[in-house]
T-cell receptor
């Protein structure tokens, strides 16, 4: 498996508090992504990064921000958590354009907002 | 943006029979179509993928077909086994790798003994 680690694996937080999820990779892949998975919706893209300090919005970016200050780390921040952000969050990475575009996923973070 | 529809949402087959899951996509510029398998509580894992310059790809009991004209692609699993029970997701992406994948809503495949 690709070297991707998400932390924390589980978190319970209160409505209105900020939350940061971390994705760490050891593969030196250029592209990193954050998805959320909800029953009946599959996986939906929140934000992605195509290099250090280069990020862009995905389909469901409202209420989320990201940062990538190093190749290996991609942080997802919920600025003020709401119950609708209760979900399982997956980070994924892809190799450079010159080779496969396959995406490898991390183990996921289960976030509950109460 | 891209929209991916996946059918059926649940599929139950007898062990040893074949299973077929179908997806359609909307963006004719999409050129990469992976399939992921997700077991309960685990991460999605790539099982097979196909690029738009190929019509069919096979890997042992798993095959994927792509019809670019009709904008649909299918996953075929032959000689199903209990360990094939999982949720399967199709996805599509415009070429290059930067923009992320657009996923179907998933198919829960149940293998009956």
């Amino acid at each position: 498996d690709a070297g991707i680690t998400q932390s924390p694996r589980h978190k319970v937080t209160e409505t209105g508090t900020p939350v940061t999820l971390r994705c760490h990779q050891t593969e030196n892949h250029r592209y990193m992504y954050w998805y959320r998975q909800d029953p009946g919706h599959g996986l939906r893209l929140i934000h992605y990064s195509y290099g250090v300090k280069d990020t862009d919005k995905g389909e469901v970016s409202d209420g989320y921000s990201v940062s990538r200050s190093k190749t290996e780390d991609f942080l997802l921040t919920l600025e003020s958590a709401t119950s609708s952000q209760t979900s399982v969050y997956f980070c994924a990475i892809s190799r450079d354009r010159s080779s496969s575009t396959e995406a490898f996923f991390g183990q996921g973070t289960r976030l509950t907002v109460v | 943006g891209e929209n991916v529809e996946q059918h059926p949402s649940t599929l139950s087959v007898q062990e040893g029979d074949s299973a077929v899951i179908k997806c359609t996509y909307s963006d004719s510029a999409s050129n990469y179509f992976p399939w992921y398998k997700q077991e309960l509580g685990k991460r999605p894992q790539l099982i097979i993928d196909i690029r738009s310059n190929v019509g069919e790809k096979k890997d042992q009991r798993i095959a994927v077909t792509l019809n670019k004209t009709a904008k649909h692609f299918s996953l075929h699993i032959t000689e199903t086994q209990p360990e094939d029970s999982a949720v399967y997701f199709c996805a599509a992406r415009e070429g290059g790798g930067a923009d992320g994948l657009t996923f179907g809503k998933g198919t829960h495949l149940i293998i009956q003994p």
